[in-house]
């Protein structure tokens, strides 16, 4: 189970850079728009950027504090 | 206001084009659509708000320590591992569906179907996460103590908006292949998408409250 876990945390450390990447670039797409949508589509995809973070402290045992799973 | 513009819009293309006249009340009533669409998700955040600071309340102030124990035993913590995993898919269709808009604003029709299959792939792709999970999760069940019972609304309620969207992208899906879209005139993608990203967020909360907090 040890090793299953460590090789689910590989797979979700490399999606999350590529995701939290492609959310960058996306979201700098969005930068100089300014309609409605445009920015609501920035706080979000700025958001889902922050949780490919918060995955990536997960894949390295930052989080949560005192191990997890 | 609305009206007036409509109206003047109406004679402006009266005599005129059609097209143009048409332009006009679309941009109006898409305005109008947009905001009346932005106010529901604004509701729906009121909604998964509610049911969170219930979560934070029961955690922080009913249960003295978390995991909860039942009959002398603390139950275990959730599969994080497995959780990030099911995250990075989830995240990952909000990118694609963000990349399939783009397409279909770009006129780039091959592009916008294989993002927009993927986005709906990755969709699907988590509810089997999230049943594998519900199937294989050691804490209980919905009513039988606070950890179970915040876990499965909460994500059960996520998980039903999920499924939503699934459904709402297969039908946009169906409709622009349909010709309902064109490159102008396009709302239902926006919406479509500006939902997907909404449910793609909520989980961002929702991962950090149950697996890393």
Known sequence: MEGLAGVEKIIALIGAIVVFIFALIGLRGE??????????TKLLLGLMAFGCVLVVLAAFGVLPRGGGA | ??????????????????????????????????????????????????????????????APIW???????????LDTAFAAVNSVVLFGSGVTMHYALENWKHGTRAMYNLFMGLTILLGAMFLGGQAYEYAHAQIGGWSGNTFGASFFTLTGMHGFHVFVGVVFLAVLWWQSSRGVYDHERYFGLTAGTLYWHFVDVIWVALFFLFYLW
């Open chain 1, 31 to 40: 930068w100089k728009k300014t309609g409605l949508d445009d920015q609501v």
């Open chain 2, 1 to 62: 206001m609305s009206v007036s513009i409509a109206k003047q819009g109406y004679q402006l293309g009266h005599g005129h084009d059609d097209h143009d006249h048409e332009q006009v009340i679309y941009q109006e009533t898409r305005d109008m659509r947009l905001l009346g669409f932005v106010l529901f998700l604004c509701s729906d955040v009121v909604l998964f708000s509610s049911f969170i600071f219930a979560y934070i309340y029961l955690r922080t102030t009913v």
């Open chain 2, 67 to 77: 995991p909860p124990m039942i009959d002398g035993h603390q139950l275990p913590r």
